[in-house]
């Protein structure tokens, strides 16, 4: 009995130790290896955290001719999935590469203080292509100046992407069959949605297959978020968590009474089945994939994306017309806006770090550097400008063309998402290139359906409803509060705008209460950071 | 055993021990590696008490006492997530614990080997899918509007029609309990079946010659035969009793579900992993050991006062 009851002792300290993660903090141990290969480039270890599509970043030859021009042979780690709960587990061990492309955020600076490269002295010395992306776009700069006035990793612009994520669209051809007017009022929208579910719209003898409404959770890109907006609330730069400025305060539309407005709307399109019954269940893959329907036969009437090819597919875009942002209803005063995007599209922060134990620091950010040289950066962005790649073409006055997809079963987007690091790339694409670059078929679609935001696009006040979360520097503290807060409210708030448009709660009655516990738990103090950082923004904006 | 040298001399304790060499070094492999992997990562509970500051390492940072465990204990979700655990931990065992003794009872009166191995490789086999699998195989097979097990459901009115199995809250815990022994009641019946393999032949003859009916025989000969391994296993299910399966809770956990399924580990990982917050994901992770340790003492005394079995 003695000996069993030891080992009895010695299995439960098992249970107890098995639950304790081990997370070991490695020992300085150096790796052993050569810092330089026999041809006496230097060697340099990578990480990068890329789009699930992009291929083999080995394949892609304009990377290969630029670490051959850089002089540095690179290693390359890709990671396509998962990364955020990966980093903390690298991060912590404290053994990271050299070069880390995508994978930092400005909380991870504040969080593993010591463990990133200043980037300021190694900027100054050897990036001349960055120094003159400063010098034209000072803003960049702040983007990537961190509170203590050090640079842990460089900015991203593009400038040439629209100033919003999300459309809304609207089956056109659906309409026409049924003989209604698009519309323009929530009202409308209500008529038009029931409409499309008693009848056959896509006309293949089923009146059962329409889903009249879908869309994406409602924290992300793809949202009737996006129709805060008729009741003059100014979202902007994806309102990632809900927060956003008006009139140079920081809210959060999830204790709006706007919202409250908006998610009773959606609760009756629910309660009619207007919306489909898998709205809050579905990934993004089966959301993309209901809509491109089946064959020539659309299946969804009403909903939001990035654009009609990428959202519809190549044979049921032409169906589909993008819905310019509607009113509640035809007697409302309320201004309207369109969510204002343009920092969200076009300026990113934290493209690559240095790991502050790497040996070659001055060779990683010649290599870095070599990035921004403007003809690099288009191929970042678009693919390799040359007959392995064919992402862009060069016709030798200096101008580009984007070239349509080598692979005729991709759409343009998909191709550029394949093809190269695209918009997850350190890049600098100059404004003067602007006018030089004949962008794909996809993109000038892009431009051209999301025109009719444009007027109530510009009408948000930069210095005062427009919130730009990536600019935003908060110390230690503040980082670790507002992410243990940002974790309890968003266990409130996820669960119950899904709870509410599936069942037929009172949204009325139990909103005084969800607003005071949203507010207890830590929305409160998160606003009165953020407002403060924000006032700071403020008064260094020129 | 007897000790096998008697010559030795020395203390009654080293006689003792040393007398049973042999046995000590079959298990030497078995405590270096409970020591080094077990015991060793243990001295980082104190990130628990600590502030963790990377730039210090794991032990380095500022002591903080029970500043963590008092956050925990007054945050909003701390009774959503001890609730959420405990009503699932309670339904698996409820259900899932008696599930594989009743499947091994059956194996073991089928006469027939062959149809009893084909049984068995039946019930093993969904052991092997791993979680996420599985967990994609719910959600196509569940999906209401295009599941096959749904549809099935719904056209035998066994389930309401406007029933969504993978998102209404009412419907986690049920799916999470029945899928999770549809997979894991093969396996687990693995162990009763060898412990009603060791019953004497002779008390089923006796049985049958006392005029036993295929109940009577169960209640009175299995039944009595396999109890040990029962309450050793119980107890063991009562010491995970909150260490609920993150990955399945996770992978089925949507916006709709979150109310019952934002469990201790899930919280864990959503505030400690993924908002970098170690000492607080630290502290909550040792309370929940403590609370599973209990329950394991709790279960054991409990179990050695009513049959004298017990794990130690």
């Known amino acids: 009995m003695r000996k069993k009851s030891i080992l009895a002792l010695i299995m439960a300290g098992c249970l107890a130790g098995l639950s304790l993660a081990g997370c070991s903090k490695g020992n300085n141990s150096t790796e052993a290896d050569s810092t330089n290969s026999p041809e006496g480039k230097t060697k340099l270890k990578a990480i990068i955290v890329k789009h699930s599509l992009t291929k083999d970043v080995g394949e892609m030859k304009w990377l290969t001719e630029l670490e051959e021009k850089a002089n540095v042979e690179v290693e390359w780690q890709q990671i396509s999935a998962d990364w955020d709960q990966k980093k903390s587990a690298l991060f912590a061990s404290g053994e990271i590469p050299d070069l880390l492309f995508n994978a930092t955020a400005n909380s991870d600076f504040v969080q593993f203080n010591g463990l990133f490269e200043d980037l300021g002295p190694l900027i100054e010395q050897n990036a001349p292509n960055i120094q003159k992306m400063f010098s034209e776009h000072p803003e960049l700069k702040t983007l990537a100046t961190q509170n203590d006035g050090k640079i842990y990793g460089t900015p991203r612009y593009k400038g040439i992407w629209p100033a919003s994520t999300a459309s809304m669209f609207i089956n056109k051809t659906w309409l026409d069959n049924l003989g209604l007017q698009v519309p323009t009022t929530w009202d409308e929208l209500e008529t038009v949605l029931v409409a499309f579910r008693d009848g056959d719209p896509n006309g293949n003898g089923d009146k059962t297959d329409e889903i009249p409404m879908d869309f994406n959770p409602i924290g992300w890109d793809f949202t009737p978020k996006l129709l805060l907006g008729s009741l003059g609330l100014p979202l902007s730069n994806g309102a990632t968590d809900g927060y956003f400025t008006e009139g140079a305060q920081v809210k959060n539309f999830y204790v709006d009474e706007r919202f409250k407005t908006l998610m009773q709307f959606l609760q009756k399109l629910y309660s009619q089945n207007l919306i489909s019954k898998e709205v809050v269940t579905q990934d993004y893959s089966k959301y993309q994939s209901v809509a491109r329907g089946s064959g020539a036969t659309a299946k969804v009437g009403f909903t939001w994306g990035w654009e009609t090819g990428d959202r519809f597919g190549n044979e049921l875009k032409d169906q589909y017309i993008t819905l310019p942002q509607l009113k509640q209803h035809a007697d409302s005063t309320d201004e309207l806006y369109w969510s204002n995007d343009y920092y969200y599209q076009n300026y990113g922060s934290n493209a690559v770090s240095i790991s502050a134990s790497s040996k070659n620091k001055e060779a990683a950010m010649r290599f870095i550097d070599a ?168 008064a260094n904006l020129k | 055993m007897k000790p096998a040298q008697t010559t030795l001399r020395g203390s009654g304790w080293l006689r003792k021990y040393a007398g049973h060499y042999q046995l000590w070094i079959m298990v030497l492999p078995a405590v270096i590696y409970i020591a080094i992997f077990c015991y060793g990562p243990m001295y980082g509970i104190q990130l628990a008490f600590r502030e963790f500051d990377f730039s210090k390492g794991l032990t380095g940072g500022d002591w903080a006492g029970f500043k963590y465990f008092e956050q925990y204990f007054n945050s909003p979700m701390f009774w959503p997530t001890l609730r959420n655990t405990f009503i699932i931990a309670f339904f698996s065992i409820l259900l899932g614990f008696p599930m594989p003794i009743l499947l091994a009872l059956v194996v073991n009166s089928i006469r027939s080997n062959r149809r009893k191995r084909i049984l068995q490789t039946t019930v093993y086999m969904p052991y092997f899918i791993s979680t996420v699998v599985l967990v994609a195989l719910l959600q196509i097979m569940l999906s209401p509007t295009t599941g096959l097990l749904d549809g099935f459901l719904k056209a035998l009115h066994l389930i309401p029609a406007d029933t969504n199995l993978v998102g209404d809250p009412g419907a986690f815990v049920p799916v999470y309990v029945l899928s999770g022994i549809w997979q894991a009641c093969g396996w687990n019946s693995i162990i009763f079946i060898a412990a009603l393999s060791s019953v004497d032949g002779q008390q089923y003859d006796a049985a049958r010659i006392d005029g036993a009916n295929r109940w009577q025989t169960v209640w009175h000969v299995e039944i ?39 469990v201790i580990s899930t919280y864990v990982f959503n505030v400690g992993v993924k908002s970098n917050q170690f000492s607080f994901g630290s502290a909550v992770g040792l309370f929940n050991t403590v609370i599973n340790f209990t329950f394991l003492i709790l279960a054991n005394s409990l179990a050695k006062r009513t049959s004298k079995i017990s794990l130690m």
């Open chain 1, 371 to 538: 990035f921004y040289e403007p003809e690099v950066s288009l191929q970042v962005l678009f693919g390799g400008m040359n007959d392995t790649d064919k992402g862009i073409k060069d016709n030798g006055d200096g101008t580009y063309a984007i070239l349509p997809p080598a692979d005729a079963s991709l759409d343009p987007g998909s191709w550029k998402w394949t093809n190269s690091f695209a918009d997850n790339g350190p890049m600098y694409i100059a404004d003067a290139l602007k006018d030089k670059v004949t962008l794909g078929t996809d993109m000038q679609n892009v431009l051209k359906e999301k025109a009719v935001y444009e007027e109530l696009i510009s009408k948000a006040d930069e210095k005062t409803n427009v919130y730009p979360q990536n600019f935003m520097k908060y110390s230690t503290e503040d980082t670790n509060i507002l992410a243990m807060n940002q974790a309890n409210i968003n266990n409130i708030t996820d669960q119950k705008w899904a709870s509410w448009l599936t069942t037929k709660a009172d949204i009325e009655k139990e909103w005084a209460a969800y607003v005071s516990s949203v507010n207890s738990s830590g929305l409160e103090q998160n606003l009165q950071i953020r407002q403060k950082a924000y006032e700071e923004y403020l």
């Open chain 2, 224 to 262: 009595p035969a396999i109890l040990p391994t029962i309450i050793i296993l119980l107890i063991m299910n009562m010491g995970n009793i909150l260490s609920v399966g993150f990955e399945k809770t996770f992978l089925m956990q949507n916006s709709l579900n979150k109310p019952v399924s934002e």
